[in-house]
C-alpha cells in the first residue's frame, strides 16, 4: 500500500522469478502494514448490501435445512429415499462428502507447515474455516439418519444404567470419535493461529465492545518474545498432531465400507484412496471459494495467482492418485476371478447407475489433466469452473460408492433402484445453507487471511531486506532464528521503518 | 537466506582420492559374483537360491527405486533444502540399469518361481488362473518386465546424467528441464513400480489379489531410500566428507522422512492387513494364513520392528540431529525393510516355517556388494554435490526452525 521503499511486485514477476530465489508470495508493494489493512479492513468496514444479500440466500437454504429435518425427525427416515436394499442413502453420502472436504485445511496449516510450504499462510486461515464448516455439515448428517435423534448420545461411551455400550467392533462408531476428535482439533489449530491476528483487530478497534470482544478472545495476546515463542511451541505440537488426523478420518469413514463383504466396498486400497480423494475435494472446495472471494474482498496481493497455481497443481496430483485407485480397484476385480467383485464393477461403469460412474470419472480423473497446462492454472474463472466440476465428481465419487453398490446387492430379488425425494434434496441444499451460512459470518468477523503468518513469509521479512537499511539507526531488527517465523519487531515509533503503527504489534 | 554461505570449492565435493569407497567397486563386485556363485553351487538346492535370490532382488530394487523416486520429488516439488542431498539419491538410483543383468535369473527361472501359473500343464486346470490367462502369461509377464526395467533405466539415467551436465553447465534450463520431466517421471514411476511388484510378488500366490499392493511395496522401498541415503551420508561424514555442506540440518529432515515413511509403512500394512482380517473371506486371508506357523514371529517383529520401535525412537529431535543415533536407526529401519521383503517372498518357499540359512544370507550379501559397487563407481565419478544447481545457495543455508 504505497510504502516507497517497497518494491512492487507484480503477476508476471511472481510467474518469472529466477529459480535460484524464491518468488514474492504478497504482491502489489504491501508492506506489514498493507497486509493488516487489506486483511482487517474487510472486518472493520460496515458490510454492503451484497454481503447482507448473501447471508439472506444463505440463511434461506438454512432454512430449508431446518425444515426439512424437522420433517424427518417428525415422520422418520421413511421420507427420503431408502429402501430395501438401499439402507444407506444421500445422507451417508453427504456425510462422507462434507468430511472429505474438510480435509484441506488441515492438510493446508498442518502438512504444508510440515513441509515448510511457505505459500500456504495465504489461504489457510479461510481454509481452515471452511473445514470447520464442512466437518459442521458432515456431523449434522449421521445424526439425523439415526431417524431417533434423540438417542443420538448412545454413540457415545457414556455410563449408563443399561449398560448399553456402543460396539467397539463397529466402524460407525469410530467414525463418532475420529470425526468429534478432527473437528476438535482443527478448532484448536485454527484458534491458536487466529490469536495474534484478534489482537490485531483489537488493538485497531474503535469501539469498546468491539474492544472487549475481540480482546476476549485475543486471550491477552501482547506479541512479546515469549508470546510468539509459546505460540511457535504450540502451532508445531498441534501440526505433528493433526497430520495423523488428516490420514486417519478419512481412513476410518473408509472402513464404514471396506471392512463389509460387500463387494465394491471390501478392497484394501480403500484408505489412501479415500484419502487422496478428501484432498482432493477439499482442494476443490478451497477453490470455489477462494477464487470469487479474492476478488470480491481485494485479496488478490495476498491470495495470489501463484497460490492458486499450487492448489491446482495438488488438485492434479490428487485427482490422479484417485484415477489410479479406480484403475486398480478395476483391475484387481477382474484380476481376482471373482464373479462378484467383477459384476459389482462392470455393473457400475455399464449397469443403472452408469450415467453416476462416468460423471464420477468426467469431473475427478479426466478434467483435472487440464491442470497440465499453465494456463488453465493460472486463469482464475477457469480455475473456479474446474472446481465446481471437483465438487460434482466428488459428490457422485460417494453416491457411485454407496448407492451403485447397494441396489444390487447378492440377491437378485432384492434389487432395487435408488431416487431421492424432495427430503433428500431438503437437507442436500440446505447442508449448503449452513455452510454457506457460517462462511458468511466468517468473512465478516474473522480477518480472513492469517495476517502474522503472511508477514512473516514476505521479503520484507527478511532482517536483511534493503528496506531495513536506512532504518538501522531506529533499532536493528532482529536477527534471531525466530525471526523467519514472526515479524521481525517493528522498530518503535520508527517513521522510516517500512511496517505499522506500534499499535499493531500490541504497545507493552 | 543466503547471506551467510560459505560457498565449498569443486575439489571439497568431490570423493577423496584416498577414501575407501573408491576400492568397492572392485572388492563389491568381486564379493558379489563370489557369493551368487557359492550359493548357487554349494547351496545344491536351486529353488532355494532362486526364492533367496529374488527377495534380495526385490529389497535392493526398493532402494534404488526410492532413491529414484526422491529425486523425481525433489524436482517436481522444486524443492531447495535437498540439493545437497541429491546426488547422493541420483548415486543410489543410477544402479537401476544393471538391475537389467540382475534380473536375468529371475527371468531364466521364472518357471520355477511362478509355477503355479507359468506352467500352461498346470494352470489349465485352474479356472481362476485360466481367468488371469490374459495377464498372467509368460510372454505378456517378460514384456512387462522389459518395459520396467527400461523405464528406470532410462529414468535414472535421464536425471542423474542432465544433472551431472548441470555441474559444468550451470544456469537454469537443465534445472527446469528436469523439472517439467519428473512429473511423467512420477507417473511412469508409479505405474511400473505397482505392477512390478505385482508381476514379481504377488503372482508368487496367484490366487491372492490387494489392491494395495503396490502402495504397499512402493512404502517399504520409500522408507529403505531414505535410511539409506541417511546412512550413506553419515557414513561419508565419518571421513570428513561434505563436512559443513551436509549438515546436520539436512540429517534432520532425511530423518523426518524417515519418521514419516516409518508411519505411512505402518500405516499401509496395517490397512491392508486389518480390511482383510475383519472381512475374513477366505480368498484374501491365505496370504496371512499361509505366514503361520513360525512365520508368524517374523510378522509380529514386524509390527515392532519395522514400526513401533523406529516410530519412538526417531520421534525425538535430538535423536535425528545426532549422527550416531540417526545412524542406528537408518541401519535398524533398513535391516526390517529387508525383513519385509522376506516376509513377503519366502514362505513360498519355505511353507512350514521360518528359515534363513546360508544361501538367504550369500544372496542378500552378493545382490547389497554389487549394488554397492556400482553405486560407489557412480559417486567417483561425478562431484558429490550438483554445484551447478542454482538452488544450492538454499539448500547450504538451509536450517530447521
Same mark, same amino acid.
Given at each position: 500500500?504505497?510504502?516507497?521503499?517497497?518494491? *512492487?511486485?507484480?503477476?508476471?514477476?511472481?510467474?518469472?522469478?529466477?529459480?535460484?530465489?524464491?518468488?514474492?508470495?504478497?504482491?502489489?508493494?504491501?508492506?506489514?502494514?498493507?497486509?493488516?489493512?487489506?486483511?482487517?479492513?474487510?472486518?472493520?468496514?460496515?458490510?454492503?448490501?451484497?454481503?447482507?444479500?448473501?447471508?439472506?440466500?444463505?440463511?434461506?437454504? %438454512?432454512?430449508?435445512?431446518?425444515?426439512?429435518?424437522?420433517?424427518?425427525?417428525?415422520?422418520?427416515?421413511?421420507?427420503?429415499?431408502?429402501?430395501?436394499?438401499?439402507?444407506?442413502?444421500?445422507?451417508?453420502?453427504?456425510?462422507?462428502?462434507?468430511?472429505?472436504?474438510?480435509? /484441506?485445511?488441515?492438510?493446508?496449516?498442518?502438512?504444508?507447515?510440515?513441509?515448510?510450504?511457505?505459500?500456504?499462510?495465504?489461504?489457510?486461515?479461510?481454509?481452515?474455516?471452511?473445514?470447520?464448516?464442512?466437518? &459442521?455439515?458432515?456431523?449434522?448428517?449421521?445424526?439425523?439418519?439415526?431417524?431417533?435423534?434423540?438417542?443420538?448420545?448412545? /454413540?457415545?461411551?457414556?455410563?449408563?444404567?443399561?449398560? &448399553?455400550?456402543?460396539?467397539?467392533?463397529?466402524?460407525?462408531?469410530?467414525?463418532?470419535?475420529?470425526?468429534?476428535?478432527?473437528?476438535?482439533?482443527? %478448532?484448536?489449530?485454527?484458534?491458536?493461529?487466529?490469536?495474534?491476528? %484478534?489482537?490485531?483487530?483489537?488493538?485497531?478497534?474503535?469501539?469498546?465492545?468491539?474492544?472487549?470482544?475481540?480482546?476476549?478472545? &485475543?486471550?491477552?495476546?501482547?506479541?512479546?518474545?515469549?508470546?510468539?515463542?509459546?505460540?511457535?511451541?504450540?502451532?508445531?505440537?498441534?501440526?505433528?498432531?493433526?497430520?495423523?488426523?488428516?490420514?486417519?478420518?478419512?481412513?476410518?469413514?473408509?472402513?464404514?465400507?471396506?471392512?463389509?463383504?460387500?463387494?465394491? =466396498?471390501?478392497?484394501?486400497?480403500?484408505?489412501?484412496?479415500?484419502?487422496?480423494?478428501?484432498?482432493?475435494?477439499?482442494?476443490?472446495?478451497?477453490?470455489?471459494?477462494? *477464487?470469487?472471494?479474492?476478488?470480491?474482498?481485494?485479496?488478490?496481493?495476498?491470495?495470489?495467482?501463484?497460490?492458486?497455481?499450487?492448489?491446482?497443481?495438488?488438485?492434479?496430483?490428487?485427482?490422479?492418485?484417485?484415477?489410479?485407485?479406480?484403475?486398480?480397484?478395476?483391475?484387481?476385480?477382474?484380476?481376482?476371478?471373482?464373479?462378484?467383485?467383477?459384476?459389482?464393477?462392470?455393473?457400475?461403469?455399464?449397469?443403472?447407475?452408469?450415467?453416476?460412474? =462416468?460423471?464420477?470419472?468426467?469431473?475427478? *480423473?479426466?478434467?483435472?489433466?487440464?491442470?497440465?497446462?499453465?494456463?488453465?492454472?493460472?486463469?482464475? =474463472?477457469?480455475?473456479?469452473?474446474?472446481?465446481?466440476?471437483?465438487?460434482?465428481?466428488?459428490?457422485?465419487?460417494?453416491?457411485?460408492?454407496?448407492?451403485?453398490?447397494?441396489?444390487?446387492?447378492?440377491? *437378485?430379488?432384492?434389487?432395487?433402484?435408488?431416487?431421492?425425494?424432495?427430503?433428500?434434496?431438503?437437507?442436500?441444499?440446505?447442508?449448503?445453507? %449452513?455452510?454457506?451460512?457460517?462462511?458468511?459470518?466468517?468473512?465478516?468477523?474473522?480477518?480472513?487471511? /492469517?495476517?502474522?503468518?503472511?508477514?512473516?513469509?514476505?521479503?520484507?521479512?527478511?532482517?536483511?531486506?534493503?528496506?531495513?537499511?536506512?532504518?538501522?539507526?531506529?533499532?536493528?531488527?532482529?536477527?534471531?532464528?525466530?525471526?523467519?517465523?514472526?515479524?521481525? /519487531? &517493528?522498530?518503535?515509533?520508527?517513521?522510516?521503518?517500512?511496517?505499522?503503527?506500534?499499535?499493531?504489534?500490541?504497545?507493552? | !537466506?543466503?547471506?551467510?554461505?560459505?560457498?565449498?570449492?569443486?575439489?571439497?565435493?568431490?570423493?577423496?582420492?584416498?577414501?575407501?569407497?573408491?576400492?568397492?567397486?572392485?572388492?563389491?563386485?568381486?564379493?558379489? #559374483?563370489?557369493?551368487?556363485?557359492?550359493?548357487?553351487?554349494?547351496?545344491?538346492?536351486?529353488?532355494?537360491?532362486?526364492?533367496?535370490?529374488?527377495?534380495?532382488?526385490?529389497?535392493?530394487?526398493?532402494?534404488?527405486?526410492?532413491?529414484?523416486?526422491?529425486?523425481?520429488?525433489?524436482?517436481?516439488?522444486?524443492?531447495?533444502?535437498?540439493?545437497?542431498?541429491?546426488?547422493?539419491?541420483?548415486?543410489?538410483?543410477?544402479?537401476?540399469?544393471?538391475?537389467?543383468?540382475?534380473?536375468?535369473?529371475?527371468?531364466?527361472?521364472?518357471?520355477?518361481?511362478?509355477?503355479?501359473?507359468?506352467?500352461?500343464?498346470?494352470?489349465?486346470?485352474?479356472?481362476?488362473?485360466?481367468?488371469?490367462?490374459?495377464?498372467?502369461?509368460?510372454?505378456?509377464?517378460?514384456?512387462?518386465?522389459?518395459?520396467?526395467?527400461?523405464?528406470?533405466?532410462?529414468?535414472?539415467?535421464?536425471?542423474?546424467?542432465?544433472?551431472?551436465?548441470?555441474?559444468?553447465?550451470?544456469?537454469?534450463?537443465?534445472?527446469?528441464?528436469?523439472?517439467?520431466?519428473?512429473?511423467?517421471?512420477?507417473?511412469?514411476?508409479?505405474?511400473?513400480?505397482?505392477?512390478?511388484?505385482?508381476?514379481?510378488?504377488?503372482?508368487?500366490?496367484?490366487?491372492?489379489?490387494?489392491? !494395495?499392493?503396490?502402495?504397499?511395496?512402493?512404502?517399504?522401498?520409500?522408507?529403505?531410500?531414505?535410511?539409506?541415503?541417511?546412512?550413506?551420508?553419515?557414513?561419508?561424514?565419518?571421513?570428513?566428507?561434505?563436512?559443513?555442506?551436509?549438515?546436520?540440518?539436512?540429517?534432520?529432515?532425511?530423518?523426518?522422512?524417515?519418521?514419516?515413511?516409518?508411519?505411512?509403512?505402518? +500405516?499401509?500394512?496395517?490397512?491392508? +492387513?486389518?480390511?482383510?482380517? +475383519?472381512?475374513?473371506?477366505?480368498?484374501?486371508?491365505?496370504? +496371512?494364513?499361509?505366514?503361520?506357523?513360525?512365520?508368524?514371529?517374523?510378522?509380529?517383529?514386524?509390527?515392532?520392528?519395522?514400526?513401533?520401535?523406529?516410530?519412538?525412537?526417531?520421534?525425538?529431535?535430538?535423536?535425528?540431529?545426532?549422527?550416531?543415533?540417526?545412524?542406528?536407526?537408518?541401519?535398524?529401519?533398513?535391516?526390517?525393510?529387508?525383513?519385509?521383503?522376506?516376509?513377503?517372498? !519366502?514362505?513360498?518357499?519355505?511353507?512350514?516355517?521360518?528359515?534363513?540359512?546360508?544361501?538367504?544370507? #550369500?544372496?542378500?550379501?552378493?545382490?547389497?556388494?554389487?549394488?554397492?559397487?556400482?553405486?560407489?563407481?557412480?559417486?567417483?565419478?561425478?562431484?558429490?554435490?550438483?554445484?551447478?544447481?542454482?538452488?544450492?545457495?538454499?539448500?547450504?543455508?538451509?536450517?530447521?526452525?
Amino acid at each position: 500500500m504505497g510504502n516507497p521503499a517497497m518494491k *512492487v511486485y507484480t503477476e508476471a514477476d511472481q510467474l518469472s522469478y529466477p529459480i535460484s530465489e524464491r518468488a514474492p508470495l504478497v504482491l502489489g508493494g504491501n508492506d506489514f502494514h498493507g497486509v493488516t489493512e487489506v486483511v482487517t479492513g474487510l472486518v472493520e468496514r460496515k458490510p454492503n448490501w451484497k454481503w447482507w444479500a448473501a447471508l439472506a440466500a444463505s440463511l434461506a437454504m %438454512l432454512s430449508v435445512y431446518g425444515i426439512s429435518v424437522a420433517w424427518l425427525v417428525w415422520q422418520g427416515t421413511g421420507v427420503w429415499g431408502l429402501n430395501n436394499p438401499v439402507f444407506w442413502g444421500w445422507a451417508i453420502v453427504n456425510f462422507v462428502f462434507w468430511v472429505g472436504i474438510g480435509h /484441506a485445511g488441515t492438510l493446508i496449516s498442518a502438512v504444508l507447515f510440515l513441509f515448510r510450504q511457505k505459500w500456504r499462510t495465504g489461504i489457510n486461515r479461510a481454509a481452515e474455516a471452511m473445514t470447520l464448516f464442512a466437518v &459442521a455439515c458432515a456431523l449434522s448428517f449421521p445424526t439425523i439418519h439415526v431417524g431417533r435423534i434423540w438417542l443420538l448420545y448412545y /454413540a457415545a461411551p457414556l455410563p449408563n444404567q443399561m449398560a &448399553a455400550w456402543p460396539n467397539f467392533r463397529s466402524p460407525l462408531v469410530w467414525d463418532f470419535f475420529a470425526v468429534s476428535i478432527y473437528g476438535t482439533v482443527s %478448532l484448536l489449530f485454527w484458534y491458536t493461529g487466529l490469536i495474534p491476528d %484478534l489482537a490485531t483487530v483489537r488493538d485497531r478497534a474503535r469501539t469498546k465492545y468491539r474492544r472487549m470482544i475481540y480482546g476476549f478472545f &485475543a486471550l491477552g495476546w501482547r506479541g512479546s518474545n515469549r508470546h510468539w515463542q509459546n505460540y511457535e511451541v504450540a502451532y508445531g505440537i498441534l501440526a505433528g498432531l493433526a497430520t495423523p488426523l488428516v490420514l486417519s478420518v478419512h481412513s476410518i469413514v473408509s472402513f464404514d465400507f471396506a471392512t463389509s463383504q460387500v463387494p465394491g =466396498w471390501h478392497t484394501t486400497i480403500f484408505p489412501p484412496y479415500f484419502v487422496a480423494g478428501a484432498i482432493f475435494s477439499g482442494f476443490g472446495m478451497v477453490l470455489t471459494l477462494l *477464487v470469487p472471494s479474492r476478488k470480491w474482498f481485494g485479496l488478490e496481493d495476498v491470495v495470489t495467482i501463484r497460490h492458486l497455481d499450487n492448489m491446482a497443481k495438488i488438485i492434479l496430483l490428487t485427482g490422479s492418485i484417485v484415477g489410479y485407485a479406480y484403475g486398480m480397484e478395476f483391475f484387481i476385480a477382474w484380476y481376482s476371478g471373482n464373479p462378484y467383485e467383477q459384476f459389482a464393477f462392470v455393473n457400475r461403469a455399464f449397469g443403472p447407475y452408469a450415467w453416476a460412474y =462416468w460423471i464420477m470419472l468426467g469431473c475427478n *480423473v479426466i478434467t483435472p489433466q487440464v491442470f497440465w497446462f499453465k494456463w488453465c492454472r493460472t486463469t482464475p =474463472w477457469f480455475l473456479f469452473i474446474i472446481s465446481i466440476f471437483v465438487n460434482i465428481g466428488m459428490w457422485f465419487e460417494r453416491f457411485v460408492i454407496v448407492v451403485t453398490t447397494l441396489a444390487q446387492d447378492f440377491m *437378485v430379488s432384492a434389487w432395487d433402484y435408488y431416487s431421492p425425494t424432495i427430503v433428500d434434496w431438503g437437507c442436500f441444499i440446505g447442508s449448503f445453507g %449452513l455452510f454457506c451460512t457460517l462462511y458468511t459470518l466468517f468473512v465478516r468477523f474473522v480477518p480472513q487471511v /492469517a495476517m502474522a503468518e503472511v508477514k512473516s513469509v514476505m521479503k520484507v521479512a527478511d532482517p536483511h531486506h534493503p528496506a531495513w537499511e536506512h532504518a538501522e539507526s531506529v533499532a536493528a531488527p532482529a536477527t534471531d532464528e525466530g525471526a523467519s517465523v514472526a515479524p521481525p /519487531a &517493528a522498530p518503535d515509533g520508527g517513521e522510516t521503518a517500512p511496517d505499522v503503527p506500534p499499535s499493531e504489534e500490541g504497545a507493552e | !537466506m543466503g547471506h551467510h554461505v560459505k560457498l565449498p570449492t569443486v575439489e571439497e565435493l568431490q570423493l577423496p582420492a584416498d577414501h575407501p569407497w573408491r576400492n568397492v567397486p572392485k572388492i563389491g563386485m568381486t564379493l558379489g #559374483l563370489v557369493c551368487f556363485a557359492v550359493a548357487w553351487f554349494a547351496g545344491g538346492d536351486h529353488h532355494q537360491f532362486l526364492f533367496a535370490y529374488l527377495a534380495a532382488f526385490l529389497f535392493t530394487l526398493g532402494l534404488a527405486l526410492g532413491s529414484l523416486f526422491f529425486t523425481l520429488f525433489q524436482h517436481a516439488a522444486s524443492a531447495g533444502w535437498s540439493v545437497v542431498v541429491r546426488r547422493t539419491a541420483e548415486n543410489l538410483m543410477a544402479p537401476l540399469p544393471v538391475f537389467i543383468l540382475l534380473f536375468l535369473p529371475i527371468f531364466f527361472g521364472r518357471h520355477e518361481l511362478y509355477h503355479h501359473w507359468m506352467d500352461l500343464e498346470h494352470a489349465k486346470h485352474d479356472p481362476i488362473l485360466v481367468g488371469k490367462a490374459p495377464f498372467l502369461n509368460e510372454g505378456f509377464w517378460m514384456i512387462r518386465a522389459a518395459v520396467y526395467l527400461s523405464v528406470w533405466t532410462v529414468l535414472s539415467w535421464w536425471f542423474r546424467s542432465n544433472s551431472v551436465a548441470q555441474d559444468t553447465e550451470g544456469g537454469e534450463a537443465i534445472t527446469r528441464k528436469l523439472q517439467v520431466t519428473s512429473y511423467p517421471g512420477v507417473i511412469a514411476f508409479g505405474l511400473t513400480i505397482t505392477f512390478a511388484g505385482i508381476d514379481w510378488a504377488m503372482s508368487l500366490d496367484p490366487h491372492w489379489y490387494s489392491t !494395495m499392493w503396490g502402495v504397499y511395496y512402493f512404502a517399504n522401498s520409500i522408507v529403505s531410500a531414505f535410511a539409506l541415503l541417511g546412512l550413506t551420508l553419515l557414513l561419508l561424514r565419518e571421513r570428513g566428507v561434505l563436512e559443513g555442506v551436509v549438515t546436520k540440518e539436512h540429517y534432520h529432515d532425511i530423518g523426518k522422512f524417515v519418521f514419516a515413511f516409518t508411519v505411512f509403512w505402518a +500405516y499401509i500394512g496395517f490397512s491392508q +492387513y486389518f480390511l482383510i482380517w +475383519y472381512a475374513n473371506i477366505p480368498e484374501e486371508t491365505m496370504f +496371512y494364513s499361509h505366514r503361520g506357523g513360525s512365520w508368524s514371529n517374523l510378522g509380529a517383529a514386524l509390527m515392532v520392528g519395522h514400526f513401533a520401535i523406529p516410530f519412538l525412537f526417531l520421534m525425538g529431535r535430538s535423536i535425528k540431529r545426532y549422527a550416531p543415533t540417526l545412524k542406528a536407526a537408518c541401519i535398524w529401519v533398513i535391516v526390517f525393510c529387508f525383513l519385509d521383503i522376506y516376509y513377503v517372498v !519366502m514362505p513360498t518357499h519355505y511353507k512350514y516355517g521360518f528359515s534363513f540359512g546360508l544361501t538367504e544370507l #550369500l544372496c542378500l550379501v552378493g545382490m547389497v556388494s554389487i549394488y554397492a559397487a556400482v553405486a560407489t563407481r557412480f559417486m567417483a565419478s561425478a562431484a558429490l554435490v550438483p554445484h551447478g544447481d542454482p538452488r544450492l545457495k538454499e539448500s547450504l543455508a538451509f536450517t530447521n526452525f
